[in-house]
């Protein structure tokens, strides 16, 4: 309505806002306080963005440092493990550089673990990171930290994959599909393909409603903002995309089910280079699969 910025809200707190809504909002609601946070309710480490820069899900605090020991370490998203130098610690990642978010586990930081799951909890649980007997607890989050000290969340160790040499956060990629005029949800996960190492980028799409997949402009879309090896190569068109209790998408079952057309009932498309996105055939299924067609 014209009258949109005409109310008496004045912060909005919580987590989870995607930088394109936090901005929408700002635009149509007016000047509103947006502290957005970081946490778990097992985890010991937390963040709230004070500072107010869109997108950023936290900011670093010389103090709070002090009190609590966190690190962005180098994670082998292949292996699924932290990488280690030559002598066993982990490896600290650079401003600017992506990487795991561990936090130092002591009496101020206690992780008290899961109930009556001691695998799990063993699981959250680094040994070694940075000198011998050390424990941290394993967020199992990759975030980036800018120049200013704001922490930006990337993915959930599972959720990046790795194609020709390179890692790919599916958060990011589906970020640049909702910038697509007809997409109304965009869901992304590596998925495996005989004969090639890695995996390769798929999207399950939900359309906007009474709007059609336009293949051509999708495929410009993502040629002009992300590298090669980032472009879904497949796209599945859902009625709905699943998601759990809590809102977090699945991934997993659709990784599993991959891109043949024999099993999936719902519209599937290739990405064919210079050309864009195609309806997916058995013959070009078949292609893939058999090595006939290099991806």
Same mark, same amino acid.
């Given at each position: +309505?014209?009258?949109?910025?005409? %109310?008496?809200? +004045? ?16 635009? +149509? ?31 670093? %605090? ?11 370490? +180098? ?120 004969? %090639? ?23 410009? %879309? ?74």
């Amino acid at each position: +309505r014209d009258n949109d910025k005409d %109310h008496k809200v +004045r912060l909005a707190v919580g987590n989870g806002i995607r930088e394109d809504t936090w901005v929408e909002f700002l635009e +149509r609601f007016g000047n509103i306080c947006i502290r957005e946070c970081y946490g778990a309710t097992e985890g010991n480490v937390g963040f709230i963005n004070y500072g107010g820069k869109v997108g950023a899900v936290g900011r670093e %605090h010389f103090l709070y440092k002090m009190a609590c020991k966190y690190a962005l370490i +180098r994670f082998d998203t292949e292996k699924e493990e932290p990488v280690r130098d030559s002598r066993g610690f982990c490896v600290e990642v650079p401003r600017g550089e992506t990487g795991l978010l561990v936090a130092k586990i002591g009496k101020r930081t206690p992780f008290s673990g899961y109930a009556k799951d001691k695998q799990q909890t063993d699981k959250k649980k680094l040994r070694d990171v940075f000198e011998k007997g050390d424990m941290y607890f394993n967020s199992g989050d990759l975030l980036k930290i800018d120049d200013e000290g704001f922490l930006f969340f990337q993915d959930r160790i599972g959720d990046t994959f790795r194609w020709k040499g390179e890692n790919v956060a599916t958060t990011e990629v589906a970020d640049h599909l909702l910038a697509v005029d007809f997409v109304e949800e965009a869901n992304v996960y590596g998925v495996k393909v005989p004969g %090639h190492e890695g995996r390769i980028g798929m999207a399950a799409l939900k359309l906007k409603e009474n709007m059609d997949f336009d293949g051509k402009a999708l495929y410009q %879309h993502v040629k002009n903002y992300l590298p090669s090896y980032a472009r879904p190569r497949f796209v599945r068109i859902q009625d709905a995309l699943v998601v759990t209790s809590t809102f977090k998408q699945m991934k997993v079952k659709l990784a599993e089910e991959g891109f043949n057309p024999a099993l999936i009932k719902d519209p599937l498309f290739y990405l064919e280079d210079n050309k864009g996105y195609i309806p997916m055939t058995q013959e070009l299924f078949n292609c893939i699969a058999e090595g006939r067609l290099r991806l």
